[in-house]
């Protein structure tokens, strides 16, 4: 079981930054990938970026490339998303998610990959 608990959405302007956390608890082992999601109301769900935890490989939608990083701290079991450059477009809710028994890094970008563990969600508004 994998507990996990975001934080640190809110409301900015076009073009401001944040960082959210997400406090994960349980059976977290090099095997899992770690992914940042996110839902805008009428849309669906996307992947927004995710890491593999025994390698620290990243990925990314096309859409973020270069405006968000995803990292993790394993000291304090957090994984992070920093959002710079934000725009409107990146107004939604966002989950952190977590997939177990993963061998293969690729495996944690792949659109068709359901994740097992999931957190309550953030809001992030981005005003124009």
């Known amino acids: 079981q994998v507990q996990l608990v975001e934080s640190g959405g809110g409301s900015v302007q076009a073009g401001g930054s944040l960082r959210l956390s997400c406090a994960a608890s349980?059976?977290?082992?090099?095997?899992?990938?770690m992914g940042w999601f996110r839902q805008a109301p009428g849309k669906l769900r996307e992947r927004v970026a995710s890491?593999?935890?025994?390698?620290?490989?990243?990925d990314y939608a096309d859409s973020v490339k270069g405006r968000f990083t995803i990292s993790l701290d394993n000291s304090k079991n957090t994984v992070y998303l920093q959002m710079n450059s934000l725009n409107p477009e990146d107004t939604g809710m966002y989950y952190c998610?977590?997939?177990?028994?993963?061998?293969?890094?690729?495996?944690?970008?792949?659109?068709?990959?359901?994740?097992?563990?999931w957190g309550q969600g953030t809001q992030v508004t981005v005003s124009a």
């Open positions: 890491l593999y935890i025994g390698g620290g490989n990243t």
């Open positions: 998610a977590s997939l177990d028994g993963v061998i293969f890094p690729s495996r944690c970008a792949r659109p068709n990959v359901e994740y097992g563990y």
């Open positions: 349980g059976d977290i082992t090099s095997r899992n990938c």
